[in-house]
């Protein structure tokens, strides 16, 4: 009888932590958490909420500005108005060196990969970005 009472209990004691935590998960998944409507939709919604906020920061609305003035004027024109950009919006001028590289990188793919071509609009715009970012295609 010891030896049955001992063996029921080593069974027990393994089984019942894992029955205790299955049924603690199977718990825990059932409950809704977020309310009656919204199974999928807080993640579906923290997704695009989190898209759009990256679409939308502010040196990549000005990056998408200055690359479509550079395809419509000149690289100059464009590096003009990332140095008024820079003065009218200070907390930009830790971009400035990213866009003034997309913008040498720009200027070498619209003059269809002429490193001197583009090399000629080069300005002293945030460090001599911009060069930096036309050598970097030739």
Do not use: H, I
């Not at 409950?31 to 919204?38: E, I, L, R, T």
């Not at 866009?99 to 990969?113: C, F, H, I, N």
């Amino acid at each position: 009888m010891n030896q049955v009472a001992r063996r029921l209990g080593k069974t027990f004691a393994l089984v019942l932590p894992v029955v205790l935590v299955l049924s603690g998960t199977l718990a825990v998944t059932r409950v809704s958490w977020a309310g009656p409507d919204s199974d999928g939709k807080v993640l579906a919604a923290s997704a695009t909420s989190r898209d759009q906020a990256a679409a939308k920061a502010p040196q990549e609305v000005l990056r998408a500005r200055l690359l479509d003035e550079l395809q419509r004027k000149d690289p100059g024109a464009a590096l003009t108005d990332l140095q008024v950009a820079m003065a009218q919006q200070p907390s930009l001028a830790r971009y400035c060196v990213s866009l003034a590289r997309s913008l040498g990188r720009a200027a070498v793919a619209k003059y269809d990969g002429s490193v001197r071509r583009a090399q000629a609009w080069s300005r002293p715009v945030c460090d001599t970005a911009f060069a930096t970012g036309v050598a970097a295609m030739g």
